[in-house]
């Protein structure tokens, strides 16, 4: 402990104390009951939270002036925790507040949290069954869990602090967030995706919202054990993807878009070449000949923005077999069509469209908005020609996510580009928890991709495309 010149000394503690503080617990219990929802601490005694927050401050500021950050820069990651964890249970048992030793457990792990991590994010962060953390403002936190949105029991201890965490995770990725620029796209490094933005465009504060980075890549039989597909459309998508079939994958926001792509994406065989282009690093692509590109916004002068169209146009002069777009929003959709119709066969995209007409519908707006000038016809035969498969999703009101379409673009006809349904979703109501009920069902259309997938050693039974019968009435 030489880079922290205190001594030791627990002598002097209250003990009669942390007595006192649990004598007047129980009287507050009947009124917190009733409300598990609520965040309990700041109900129990707004007086004893506010010393807590300044006692956590002020060992904070002690601890950052005594460390030698140059020789914990030196340490292993474990030894370093271990060293900053002896040094906070000292100034904890220094500090002239009392404190039981709940109330010292509690702050030596969240100021180990602040110094080592990112706050009161960190509990959330370690917890599995959270996909979305939705920071409203420092003291309204909600997290999503299987679809469903809940209040979380944490708070900043105020905007500054929360602003804090959100430049602490911004500076990481080599971006920034100030007035002049007060939006900002970022990751954390487990990849999970960030987007914060602040006043004066967040009336009531820093606004921060994360998507979790799942540490456990869902597969294929994840998703149908799941209900989101079935097998027999699991086979479908596989054997799409072994015979380099050029796919859209469609859905709304948190729909599973990005997971979709990175399942289909384990089915590529690992002697291609795979080029990813994206805003904000978030695929989880297996195969070992994988190159990575990212976006980059401009710099404080407004120069070196890199957008995803640069490097759509630079990633065909690297030789891919296959070219991967996180999400097509702009003005890359051109570039990206190219790539599709130019000899990169099987590449892949997502886009945000509520079903799959709208999603043509959206690359023709994208197209007319690049400031490209090209005439309608060229522009929907240059799509029909591109794309051969449209994946549809939706997150439905139960939290389940699910594939409600596989469609078959087939060309053009009359000026309209030409869709065909392979699978679709029959929805037939809602029981009484609220969950959907429905089924997926075969259209009855073979499709033409059939022959193809064939001639790539993936050949599908003609059976799994059959309509099925319809004694369904009743249900």
């Not at 069509?337 to 043509?360: F, K, P, V, W």
Request: proline share 5%.
């Amino acid at each position: 402990m030489s880079w922290l010149g205190h001594k030791k000394d627990k002598k002097g503690a209250d003990a009669s104390k942390p007595q006192e503080l649990s004598a007047v617990q129980p009287k507050q219990v009947p009124e917190t009951k009733e409300l598990k929802v609520v965040p309990v601490p700041a109900k129990k005694d707004d007086g004893r939270e506010v010393r807590l927050y300044e006692v956590k401050k002020r060992i904070h500021h002690v601890l950052l002036e005594r460390l030698d950050l140059s020789a914990l820069e030196d340490l292993d990651e474990q030894v370093r925790a271990r060293e900053i964890r002896q040094a906070l249970g000292i100034l904890l048992e220094e500090d002239e507040e009392p404190l039981n030793m709940g109330e010292k457990t509690r702050l030596a792990r969240e100021l180990e949290f602040e110094i080592l991590g990112l706050g009161p994010l960190e509990p959330l962060l370690s917890d599995p069954t959270i996909a979305d953390i939705l920071v409203n403002r420092y003291n309204q936190v909600y997290v999503e869990r299987r679809g469903r949105l809940e209040v979380a029991d944490i708070r900043f201890q105020d905007n500054n602090h929360l602003l804090k965490i959100i430049n602490k995770i911004v500076s990481n990725v080599g971006r920034r967030i100030d007035e002049s620029v007060p939006m900002v796209d970022a990751r954390l490094p487990d990849g999970s995706r960030v987007n914060a933005i602040i006043p004066p465009l967040a009336l009531d504060g820093p606004m921060l919202c994360i998507r979790r980075f799942s540490v456990s890549r869902p597969s294929l039989e994840d998703l149908i054990e799941k209900g989101s597909l079935t097998a027999q459309i699991g086979e479908v998508l596989k054997a799409i993807a072994v015979a380099k079939m050029n796919v859209l994958i469609s859905g709304g926001t948190g729909s599973g878009k990005t997971t979709m792509l990175n399942i289909l994406s384990g089915f590529i065989p690992a002697a291609e070449r795979v080029i990813t282009v994206e805003d904000s690093a978030e695929l989880q692509l297996q195969q070992e000949h994988v190159c990575r590109l990212e976006t980059r916004p401009a710099n404080v002068e407004g120069k070196g923005e890199i957008t995803a169209r640069d490097l759509v146009k630079n990633c065909l002069r690297m030789r891919p077999d296959r070219v991967i777009v996180g999400e097509v929003r702009g003005a890359e959709v051109i570039d990206m069509l190219q790539a599709m119709n130019t000899g990169h066969e099987g590449s892949m995209t997502t886009i945000h469209a509520n079903t799959a007409r709208d999603a043509l519908l959206r690359l023709e707006t994208m197209m007319m908005l690049s400031g490209v000038n090209i005439q309608e016809k060229a522009m929907r035969q240059m799509i029909s020609s591109s794309i051969n498969v449209i994946v549809q999703l939706v997150r439905h009101s139960d939290g389940c996510r699910r594939m409600v379409s596989l469609s078959e673009i087939v060309g053009m006809e009359s000026g309209v580009i030409s869709m065909q349904d392979i699978f679709v979703f029959e929805r037939h109501g809602m029981n009484e928890q609220g969950m959907i009920q429905g089924r997926f069902v075969a259209c009855g259309v073979r499709p033409r991709f059939v022959e193809r997938c064939r001639l790539f050693g993936f050949p599908l039974p003609d059976g799994i495309f059959n309509p099925p019968s319809r004694p369904m009435e009743q249900h």
